[in-house]
């Protein structure tokens, strides 16, 4: 027993003496990062190979004046319906997207908004807005 327990004993010394151990560096690969300035091309062609977004030119058309303006005026035509109802008045506003339709009821603030080309209806009810105006009863 005392034979292989020395044996044991000498060998892991033998291997402690013979292991050195160096310093772990961290060198940054991408030259933005203080990496070498050799890898950018490198890198620059694998993120174009993996790209898979087509750069065939923008389909986005800026809208005209007309367009603008139309836009802006049925903006305010939907914010002044609003305005409108939340002083306790009803109201309808059509446009070429939506249809409005602001009721009032005991109170409660309706507003009935149809998408026209779809036909999908959404009601939003604002229970108790008119209320404190005393338009409400």
């Known amino acids: 027993m005392k034979k292989r327990l020395l044996l ?18 961290y060198t940054p690969v991408n030259p933005s990062f203080g ?8 890198l620059l062609a694998n ?4 790209n898979d977004h087509k750069s065939g030119g923008s389909s986005y058309v800026a809208p005209t004046a007309l367009e603008r303006m139309a836009s802006s005026l049925e903006s305010r035509l939907i914010s002044q319906l609003f305005n409108d109802a939340s002083n306790g008045e009803e109201g309808y506003l059509k446009t070429s997207d939506f249809e409005i339709n602001v009721v009032n009821e005991d109170g409660t603030l309706l507003v009935h908004i149809t998408d026209i080309t779809t036909g999908e209806t959404t ?5 108790g807005a008119l209320e404190g105006n005393g338009v409400g009863g």
């Open 8 to 25: 044991t004993t000498s060998f892991v010394a033998s291997i402690g003496l013979s292991v050195n151990a160096t310093e772990l560096v």
């Open 35 to 42: 990496g070498s300035y050799l890898n950018g091309s490198y």
């Open 47 to 50: 993120a174009s190979a993996q």
């Open 123 to 127: 009601v939003i009810e604002v229970g």
